[in-house]
């Protein structure tokens, strides 16, 4: 991964440290990991990353922020997918 992916994704995972979930379109994962198939590898790499920048927060904040959760956007086709930590959202209207 080139550094300027390196950090364009970092940048990407501490937005959800600031606005509790941030978006990553497919073909950005393409191009930042250069595959031409997102597999498994890269939903792993990305949970470590997530680890690594939680586990800072927490020692700073004392917050539980939880493992990485992905959510592909509701649009069709999907273009890419939501992330954030599954200890983050808090429900605030069931109909």
């Known amino acids: 991964m080139d550094k300027r992916h390196d950090d364009a ?25 250069g595959v031409k198939k997102i597999a498994a ?10 680890d690594e920048l939680a586990s800072d927060r927490i020692k700073n ?9 992905f959510v592909q956007s509701p649009m069709r086709p999907s273009p890419g997918m939501y992330l954030f930590g599954n200890e983050m959202p808090t429900l605030v209207w069931e109909g």
């Open 41 to 50: 590898g890269t939903y792993r790499d990305l949970s470590q990353r997530w």
């Open 61 to 69: 904040d004392d917050l539980e922020l939880g493992s990485l959760v």
């Open 9 to 33: 994704l970092t940048a990407r995972l501490e937005k959800i440290l600031t606005d509790g979930c941030t978006y990553i379109s497919w073909n950005e994962l393409y191009i930042w990991y």
